[in-house]
Protein backbone atom coordinates (compact mmCIF):
# COMPACT_ATOMS: atom_id res chain seq x y z
CA UNK A 1 0.00 0.00 0.00
CA UNK A 2 2.80 2.45 1.19
CA UNK A 3 4.52 1.70 -1.91
CA UNK A 4 1.32 2.47 -4.17
CA UNK A 5 0.91 6.02 -2.37
CA UNK A 6 4.94 6.69 -2.74
CA UNK A 7 4.60 6.28 -6.83
CA UNK A 8 1.32 8.04 -6.95
CA UNK A 9 2.87 11.01 -4.94
CA UNK A 10 6.18 11.03 -7.01
CA UNK A 11 3.85 11.92 -9.86
CA UNK A 12 2.03 14.55 -8.20
CA UNK A 13 -1.43 13.26 -9.31
CA UNK A 14 -4.80 13.46 -7.53
CA UNK A 15 -5.80 10.06 -6.50
CA UNK A 16 -8.24 8.11 -4.23
CA UNK A 17 -8.11 4.42 -2.57
CA UNK A 18 -10.77 2.50 -1.79
CA UNK A 19 -10.83 -0.42 0.05
CA UNK A 20 -14.15 -2.43 0.39
CA UNK A 21 -14.20 -5.10 3.07
CA UNK A 22 -16.84 -7.87 2.53
CA UNK A 23 -17.08 -8.86 6.68
CA UNK A 24 -13.88 -11.26 6.01
CA UNK A 25 -12.72 -12.92 8.49
CA UNK A 26 -8.55 -12.04 7.18
CA UNK A 27 -7.71 -9.67 9.40
CA UNK A 28 -8.94 -6.91 6.68
CA UNK A 29 -10.10 -4.61 9.27
CA UNK A 30 -7.59 -4.52 11.32
CA UNK A 31 -5.00 -3.53 8.82
CA UNK A 32 -6.66 -0.79 7.41
CA UNK A 33 -7.25 0.98 11.10
CA UNK A 34 -4.10 2.51 10.33
CA UNK A 35 -5.53 4.14 7.34
CA UNK A 36 -8.57 5.31 8.64
CA UNK A 37 -7.25 9.44 8.95
CA UNK A 38 -5.77 9.67 5.45
CA UNK A 39 -8.06 11.27 3.30
CA UNK A 40 -7.21 9.51 0.25
CA UNK A 41 -8.40 6.40 1.56
CA UNK A 42 -12.01 5.55 1.58
CA UNK A 43 -13.12 2.57 3.70
CA UNK A 44 -16.07 0.83 3.29
CA UNK A 45 -17.02 -1.82 6.05
CA UNK A 46 -20.11 -3.92 5.20
CA UNK A 47 -21.44 -5.74 7.85
CA UNK A 48 -22.46 -9.21 6.06
CA UNK A 49 -20.33 -10.44 3.13
CA UNK A 50 -22.82 -10.38 0.10
CA UNK A 51 -20.64 -11.45 -2.67
CA UNK A 52 -18.34 -10.18 -5.05
CA UNK A 53 -20.41 -8.12 -7.08
CA UNK A 54 -22.45 -6.39 -4.21
CA UNK A 55 -18.89 -5.54 -2.74
CA UNK A 56 -17.72 -4.21 -6.11
CA UNK A 57 -20.63 -1.67 -6.60
CA UNK A 58 -20.43 -0.41 -3.10
CA UNK A 59 -16.92 0.64 -3.67
CA UNK A 60 -18.24 1.98 -7.17
CA UNK A 61 -20.85 4.18 -5.34
CA UNK A 62 -17.78 5.41 -2.83
CA UNK A 63 -15.95 6.61 -6.13
CA UNK A 64 -15.38 10.77 -6.75
Known amino acids: FN ?4 I ?9 IIVS ?3 S ?3 TRNILKKFKDDKNVVINLRKSN ?11 KLAN
Open 8 to 16: LLKYNTTYE
Open 3 to 6: EIKK
Open 50 to 60: NGKGANLRDGI
Open 25 to 27: NDN
Open 21 to 23: DNN
